[in-house]
T-cell receptor, first 117, second 113 residues
Framework: AQSVAQPEDQVNVAEGNPLTVKCTYS??????LFWYVQYPNRGLQFLLK??????LVKGSYGFEAEFNKSQTSFHLKKPSALVSDSALYFC???????????????FGKGTKLSVIP | DTGVSQDPRHKITKRGQNVTFRCDPI?????LYWYRQTLGQGPEFLTY????????KSRLLSDRFSAERPKGSFSTLEIQRTEQGDSAMYLC???????????FGPGTRLTVL
C-alpha cells in the first residue's frame, strides 16, 4: 500500500526567506507526485506535479519541488516566502497502472505553513 | 466560475438521519472522485467514477454510503443512518481522462449531532 509522510505539522518562516515543506513517500512502482494547497474555507488547489523527466518541477505562485528517487522525497520549495503563502500544504501520491487504486490520490496529513511578516 | 461545485456547503443533521450531497464536476471531465477529510488529516479516497461507471470503492465506504453518477455528469453521495463519526468535510474532485491532476471543489462540511 502506498503512503505519504509529511514530518512537520507546522513550518514557520520569515517573509522573504526561502521555505521548504518536506514530503516522503512509500510506494511499489513509479509514483506520480503532487502538491496541493488549502486555504481556509476553500478547496484544495493544485500547485504542481511530478510525472516523469526533470527532477525539478515548477508550479504555480513561484513554487517548485524536487523529486529524489533514492530518498523517496518530493520536497516543496520557494526561494522567497510571502505572507500570502500561509496555508495548509498537502503532498499526494498516485501509482498508475497498479490495478485497483491506480487513480486514487493518497495524501499526507498536511503541513501548516506560517509566513511571519 | 467553471470549477467543481458542491452543494450544500454545510449540512447539520441529527444522528440517524439520511443526507445527500451533490457534486458538479468541470464540464468536460470524465472522471469524478469523492474524498473525506477529517480535522487534522489529509483527504482520504472514497470512490471514483469514469463517466457513469463506479470503478473503485474504498473500504472506508461502508454499506451506509452510496454514490451515483447517473448520466456521467453530476454525482450524488448519500449517507444513510448518519453517525457522529461521519462528521467530516466531503470533497469532490474531477479530472480529464488524459489528465493527471485532480481539481477539487470547496467541499461539503457535515456535522452529525
Amino acid at each position: 500500500a502506498q503512503s505519504v509522510a509529511q514530518p512537520e505539522d507546522q513550518v514557520n518562516v520569515a517573509e522573504g526567506n526561502p521555505l521548504t515543506v518536506k514530503c516522503t513517500y512509500s510506494v511499489s512502482g513509479n509514483p506520480y507526485l503532487f502538491w496541493y494547497v488549502q486555504y481556509p474555507n476553500r478547496g484544495l488547489q493544485f500547485l504542481l506535479k511530478y510525472i516523469t523527466g526533470d527532477n525539478l518541477v515548477k508550479g504555480s505562485y513561484g513554487f517548485e519541488a524536487e523529486f529524489n528517487k533514492s530518498q523517496t522525497s518530493f520536497h516543496l520549495k520557494k526561494p522567497s516566502a510571502l505572507v500570502s503563502d500561509s496555508a495548509l500544504y498537502f503532498c499526494a501520491v498516485r501509482v498508475p497502472y497498479s490495478g485497483a487504486g491506480s487513480y486514487q490520490l493518497t495524501f499526507g496529513k498536511g503541513t501548516k505553513l506560517s509566513v511571519i511578516p | 466560475d467553471t470549477g467543481v461545485s458542491q452543494d450544500p456547503r454545510h449540512k447539520i443533521t441529527k444522528r440517524g438521519q439520511n443526507v445527500t450531497f451533490r457534486c458538479d464536476p468541470i464540464s468536460e471531465h470524465n472522471r469524478l472522485y469523492w474524498y473525506r477529510q477529517t480535522l487534522g488529516q489529509g483527504p482520504e479516497f472514497l470512490t471514483y467514477f469514469q463517466n457513469e461507471a463506479q470503478l473503485e470503492k474504498s473500504r472506508l465506504l461502508s454499506d451506509r454510503f452510496s454514490a451515483e453518477r447517473p448520466k456521467g455528469s453530476f454525482s450524488t453521495l448519500e449517507i444513510q443512518r448518519t453517525e457522529q463519526g461521519d462528521s467530516a468535510m466531503y470533497l469532490c474532485a474531477s479530472s480529464l481522462l488524459s489528465g493527471d491532476e485532480q481539481f477539487f471543489g470547496p467541499g461539503t462540511r457535515l456535522t452529525v449531532l
